[in-house]
């Protein structure tokens, strides 16, 4: 692929000073999508949010131009278009982001029809006539190579960005937004920022292409045609990468260019038939017929020295580390969590046990921020956190495991962990990840991805991504079910050294065994509420619990 | 009386907007997938009915009787051959094949768009039939646009009590929100969504021809009418037939008043203005958008 | 008869269930019991081709095998086998009344009077939206469904789950409605000593094997029970 990149450029670079006006059009086209599309699949690659709105955000940047050539500097009214293109899209992104893909993607669908009309609107009742003339001192070479320098900036800025620690996280929201939020992504404003940067490069390009025309009408600058074309050029180099976009834009440029001689009228239509070939037989793009890069040995291994895992601190804090009061839970007529009272204090390991249907994993829910309570109050490290999400939550130390297994299908091992590090900035990030992944046994597999993770590495690598979160309180729940015993046997060894070194646990858990092992003290549930509280042995022996586990009255 | 006029021509032209989102429904509520190229099907309806209602002099009431049941057999064939192999038997839908259904419809209505364009170009498609007005009190609207209103009624009133008292349209009901249930009843989920779909294309086609009576249509108007249908089901949200009629009136009425009282450019501003309004309600009510 | 020959059950790399010889008679409740993870529900939807499956089922000496392997629930459904789904069984957005006329979606109006004699007070719910009953109320109306779909073996998924134990007791109750039609139950339940107190013969599920079988009686004095349940 680098190969590939550096022949791309030494190419297009080099297509003026050899090419004629023909090839140069064609290059000044290949530049363009490959540019749209790199900044297309910035954002709807890891986010999947599927965005149709390429040419408002791209029309923007033209007109920004149009309008307002007289009166500023061609570049200066690029770096205004992208400000304006950005500006539309945070306004799209603060409507829309919050709800499911859907709503998005529809709102995205007509905007270009909406800004076009807007424009046309605007320029009737204020200017008089639709359409302006573009007067801009910028030879075609100005503007090719502009463009190239612009093309290449979005491939670069979204290939660092996919590396950075912000990637990653727009990536595991993707995947599995619960999950992300309990590992520490802020979900909105991630989404909101990254689609309203991709969206400000679209209008930025709009700006550079402007004087390529002589006069602009908004049927022109907001020409759905764009935004299809570059979902065609991105969905075709595949979305895995913004390189994808590179592959592709030169092969479809040029088809488009051979079929629309011959069939000049056809052309749209051809091209609609061979994006739902696309879609039908290549899903994964170009870029998915090449395998993955296979782990890179340049990634830091640790040395002999490496760093254990920043342990969390347990000060001589008074009062409970977590309290809940009263919390009550109902998912339409059924009542899960009736009015739970539950105290858990620095340092020990708190068991929530009950028959299943008691209403454990809700409760383990409420306490993590993944549900919002009905009512009742919640309070974390002595501050009042009812009806916090959970990322507020993740940043100050508490973290989660799933009863089934989350992960994030597009992370490599290392990521999971290195993930929710990265996102609170602790430093030395990389090392810890090495620490964390040493301690689980899981640094032989650290450029794997968990769908290649047996189940108890799976689990493992929950627990790692937990505890990069260096929480002061972890909630597992049951994070034992399903193992053979010689797995139980270490897994439990393992969340005794967990304990040994401090963490406080609330565990939901089924196996008495382990609930003996490791518990100081358990509470109970049945039917949402705490029916006996206490050490183990004590509960064990409560008649209500031998009575509500066996369903006879003796034992 | 311009007032008056703008509400009863807003509320005639809702009328007909709620058979159009009706159709949406059906394909995007029952058999779940969100069809883009929902409005190339309904232009190319209300096209193919001026055509040949200049061409051969065939009445438009003809065409609202031809015209469904051949949109239905092709949006039955689409559903089989390409959107089936794609959503798979237990029609579970994640996130990515979601989205790639989304983008197959994309594609289909760019190429249906081509077709359209490449066979008539930029022609403008309006017929006058019925045009002769009507008073009603104080105010005269024309009669093409007072059948399509009241077959647009009749139609949507059909499918809501075929969707609340026939055992099909509840099991359509069901399968839209609880389709594993619905398999466990013995529902045959993967047919029973083909013919929703179809239906859907079918009652989008009567949409169309009855929109051709009064409103011009153009190859190109495909995503208007796509994007007018979502904005209707989403504001009108699951309230089944009802919700469409009552969404479809609130579009129909803000459009027009937008192009009698502001200006007739910004009717796409109007059905924005709306969207963001369903979209804000929505956000109060995270539990259902989430869904 | 149901008889289910070496089924098993994996997802990705993780094998669910492996080997489950069972069979089941018309008219009997037999109860399956085991802990969290042991391969219960796995095996239910299994024989209703909702989990990718191998092995081979006989239903009444028609093999159904395809069936299963093809995921062709509707139609496993269509031939008597009807699944009440751990907390499903019912369609949450309609009403009760649309709940049962669709439990006898494949002919026929569902026997109200015998589901009206069965669950009396249900007379007057039946405009209620079945999503805003109770958790009790839910179970019931699943079984009333269930009742209607006029089964030939009824697979019945944890149907205690959460709820008092005299309102568990009452839904097991209704059993004999079932069986008193020649209906077979397989019950699968975390609550043993209620299911085994219903069921004529039981089977013991650990790490996706059938570990036990035998009478209610010989199960419930097996420590291999009581270690699945308390830990020993």
């Given at each position: ?13 080099s ?31 890891p986010a999947?949010?599927l965005?149709l ?5 791209f029309g ?17 009214l ?14 799209v992104?603060l ?5 499911q ?14 800004v076009r009309?807007?424009v046309t609107?605007?320029?009737?009742n204020l200017g008089g006539s639709?359409?302006?003339?573009v ?5 075609p070479?100005?503007l ?10 979005t ?7 996919l590396q950075?620690r ?7 929201l ?8 309990h ?11 990254v ?17 390529r ?5 908004p ?5 759905p045609?764009?935004s299809?074309l ?7 180099g595949g979305?895995?990468h913004?390189s ?5 834009a030169?092969p479809?440029?040029l088809?488009?260019?051979l079929?629309?001689g ?8 051809l091209?609609?038939l061979f994006?739902?070939l696309?879609?039908?037989f ?5 870029l ?20 254990p895992?920043?342990?969390p ?9 977590l309290?809940?009061?009263?919390l ?5 007529g059924?009542v899960?969590?009736a009015?739970l ?5 620095p ?17 383990l ?7 919002r309570?009905?009512g ?5 490290l002595?501050?009042?956190?009812t009806?916090?999400p959970?990322?507020f ?7 989660r ?7 994030f ?10 993930l ?14 090495w ?11 650290a450029?794997?991805?968990p769908q290649a993770l047996?189940y108890?590495d ?15 309180l972890l909630l597992?729940?049951?994070?034992l ?11 439990i060894?393992l ?15 089924h196996?008495m065994?382990?609930?003996r092992a ?6 109970v549930l049945?039917?949402?509420e ?7 042995a ?9 009575e509500v ?7 | ?5 703008a ?6 032209a ?11 429904a059906l394909q995007y ?7 883009l190229?929902?409005?190339?099907a309904?232009a190319?309806?209300g096209i193919a ?9 065939l009445?438009?009431l ?9 949109f239905?057999l092709?949006?039955?064939l ?9 959503v ?5 839908l ?17 190429l249906?768009q ?5 066979e008539?170009?930029g022609r403008l498609f309006s ?5 002769q007005?009507?008073?009603l009190?104080t105010t005269?609207v024309a ?5 399509a209103?009241g077959v647009a009624?009749a ?21 839209s929100?609880e ?9 045959p ?8 779909f ?22 190109a108007?495909?995503?208007?009418l796509?994007?007018?249908a979502?904005?209707v089901?989403?504001?009108?949200g699951l ?7 009552l969404g ?14 502001v200006?007739?450019g910004?009717s ?13 309600y ?10 | ?25 018309p008219?009997e ?9 042991a391969?219960k529900?796995?095996?239910l ?21 395809p ?14 086998l009807?699944?009440?789904p751990?907390?499903?069984g ?13 439990g006898?979606y494949?002919g ?8 009206l004699a069965l ?5 007057k ?5 079945v999503g805003s009953?109770s ?5 019931m109306?699943a079984?009333?469904?269930?009742l209607?779909q006029?089964?030939?073996?009824l ?26 039609k020649g ?20 089977y ?5 094997h059938?570990?036990r ?9 097996d ?10």
């Amino acid at each position: 692929m680098k190969v590939y990149l550096a022949g791309f450029l030494l190419l297009f670079l080099s297509l003026p000073w050899w090419g004629g006006e023909y090839l140069r059009s064609l290059g000044l086209s290949v530049l363009l999508y490959a540019a749209l599309g790199a900044a297309w699949a910035t954002f709807t690659g890891p986010a999947r949010h599927l965005s149709l709105a390429t040419s408002a955000f791209f029309g923007t940047g033209v007109y920004t131009v149009a309008l307002l050539h007289e009166f500023a500097p061609w570049p200066v009214l690029v770096v205004l278009a992208f400000a304006l293109a950005a500006f539309l899209a945070l306004g799209v992104g603060l409507a829309t982001l919050r709800l499911q893909g859907i709503y998005f993607t529809v709102f995205t669908y007509g905007l270009a029809e909406l800004v076009r009309q807007l424009v046309t609107w605007a320029q009737r009742n204020l200017g008089g006539s639709v359409g302006s003339y573009v007067f801009v001192e910028a030879s075609p070479l100005d503007l090719y190579y502009a463009l190239a320098l612009l093309a290449f900036l979005t491939l670069g800025l979204g290939h660092l960005f996919l590396q950075s620690r912000f990637g990653l996280a727009l990536l595991a929201l993707g995947d599995d937004e619960t999950a992300a939020r309990h590992a520490g992504v802020r979900v909105f404003g991630l989404r909101v920022v990254v689609f309203a940067a991709t969206a400000g490069i679209m209008g930025a390009i709009g700006a550079v292409v402007a004087p390529r025309w002589v006069y602009v009408d908004p049927g022109l600058a907001f020409n759905p045609n764009l935004s299809f074309l570059t979902a065609i050029t991105a969905l075709l180099g595949g979305l895995r990468h913004p390189s994808g976009a590179f592959l592709a834009a030169p092969p479809l440029v040029l088809v488009y260019d051979l079929l629309s001689g011959p069939f000049p009228h056809h052309a749209t239509a051809l091209l609609g038939l061979f994006f739902i070939l696309l879609v039908y037989f290549l899903p994964r793009g170009l870029l998915g017929l090449f395998r993955e890069r296979p782990p890179s040995s340049t990634l830091p291994q640790p040395g002999l020295e490496a760093t254990p895992p920043p342990l969390p601190q347990v000060g001589p804090e008074t009062g409970p580390l977590l309290e809940a009061r009263g919390l009550r839970k109902a998912f339409g007529g059924l009542v899960a969590v009736a009015g739970l009272h539950l105290e858990v204090r620095p340092g020990e390991t708190v068991g929530l046990i009950g028959p299943n249907g008691s209403g454990k994993t809700t409760a383990l829910g409420l306490l993590a921020g993944t549900l919002r309570p009905d009512g009742g109050h919640i309070s974390f490290l002595g501050q009042e956190t009812t009806g916090k999400p959970p990322e507020f939550l993740a940043q100050r130390g508490l973290a989660r495991t799933f009863q089934q297994v989350r992960l994030f299908p597009s992370l490599t091992v290392y990521q999971h962990v290195y993930l929710p590090l990265s996102l609170r900035r602790v430093k030395g990030a990389e090392e810890a990840t090495w620490g964390l992944l040493e301690a689980l046994g899981l640094r032989e597999k650290a450029h794997h991805h968990p769908q290649a993770l047996t189940y108890l590495d799976q689990k493992r690598l929950e627990l790692a991504r937990a505890l990069a979160l260096s929480p002061k309180l972890l909630l597992l729940d049951e994070w034992l079910a399903g193992l053979n015993p010689s797995e139980l046997q270490e897994a439990i060894a393992l969340l005794q050294a967990l304990k040994g070194r401090g963490i406080t646990l609330v565990v939901v858990e089924h196996l008495m065994p382990a609930v003996r092992a490791l518990c100081d003290r358990v509470y109970v549930l049945s039917f949402g509420e705490v029916i006996a509280h206490g050490t183990p042995a004590e509960v064990l022996r409560h008649p209500k619990v031998v009575e509500v586990y066996l369903g006879v009255e003796h034992a | 009386m311009p007032l008056l006029d703008a509400l009863l021509t807003g509320a005639i032209a809702g009328g007909v907007y709620g058979l159009l989102a009706l159709g949406l429904a059906l394909q995007y509520g029952v058999a779940r997938i969100l069809n883009l190229a929902y409005g190339e099907a309904v232009a190319l309806a209300g096209i193919a009915t001026a055509l040949l209602y200049q061409g051969l002099t065939l009445s438009p009431l003809v065409a609202l009787v031809a015209l469904p049941p051949l949109f239905a057999l092709g949006n039955l064939l689409l559903h089989r051959l390409l959107f089936l192999p794609l959503v798979g038997r237990t029609l579970a839908l994640d996130g990515e094949n979601e989205g790639r259904l989304i983008l197959l419809t994309f594609g289909l209505s760019f190429l249906i768009q081509g077709l359209l364009a490449a066979e008539l170009g930029g022609r403008l498609f309006s017929y006058s039939y019925l045009g002769q007005g009507v008073s009603l009190g104080t105010t005269a609207v024309a009669l093409n646009r007072l059948l399509a209103f009241g077959v647009a009624l009749a139609l949507v009133v059909l499918a809501h009590l075929v969707l609340t008292r026939t055992r099909l349209g509840m099991a359509a009901r069901a399968l839209s929100r609880e389709p594993e249930e619905a398999l466990l009843v013995g529902i045959p989920a993967v047919r029973l969504s083909a013919w929703a779909f179809a239906l859907g294309g079918g009652v989008g086609a009567a949409a169309g021809v009855l929109l051709s009576m009064f409103h011009t249509l153009t190859p190109a108007s495909g995503p208007e009418l796509t994007l007018k249908a979502l904005v209707v089901v989403i504001l009108g949200g699951l309230g089944g037939a009802p919700g469409a009629l009552l969404g479809g009136v609130a579009l129909g009425l803000a459009e027009a008043l937008v192009t009698r009282f502001v200006n007739p450019g910004l009717s796409m501003a109007a059905v924005y203005g709306l969207f963001v309004l369903a979209v804000l309600y929505l956000r109060g009510n995270r539990e259902v958008a989430r869904q | 008869m149901l008889e289910i020959h070496q089924l098993g059950v994996s997802y990705g790399a993780h094998r669910a269930l492996e080997g489950v010889n069972l069979f089941l008679a018309p008219g009997e409740v037999v109860a399956v019991l085991g802990a969290n993870g042991a391969g219960k529900s796995s095996l239910l939807k299994a024989l209703l081709g909702l989990v990718p499956a191998r092995g081979q089922v006989f239903l009444d000496g028609e093999e159904v095998t395809p069936l299963i392997l093809q995921g062709r629930t509707e139609a496993l459904a269509a031939r008597g086998l009807a699944l009440v789904p751990e907390r499903g069984g019912v369609f949450r957005n309609l009403s009760l009344r649309e709940n049962l006329l669709l439990g006898s979606y494949r002919g026929g109006d569902p026997p109200w009077e015998e589901i009206l004699a069965l669950f009396p007070h249900l007379e007057k719910r039946m405009p209620q939206r079945v999503g805003s009953m109770s958790g009790g109320e839910q179970r019931m109306v699943a079984l009333a469904r269930a009742l209607a779909q006029r089964p030939r073996y009824l697979l019945l998924d944890e149907p205690t789950l959460g709820l008092a134990p005299i309102l568990a007791r009452k839904i097991l109750e209704t059993l004999p409605a079932f069986t008193a039609k020649g209906v077979g139950v397989l019950l699968v339940e975390q609550n043993a000593g209620l299911a085994l107190g219903v069921a004529q013969r039981a089977y013991l599920l650990e790490q996706g094997h059938l570990v036990r079988e035998g009478t209610p009686e010989a199960l419930l004095r097996d420590p291999s029970v009581r270690q699945a349940y308390l830990g020993g």
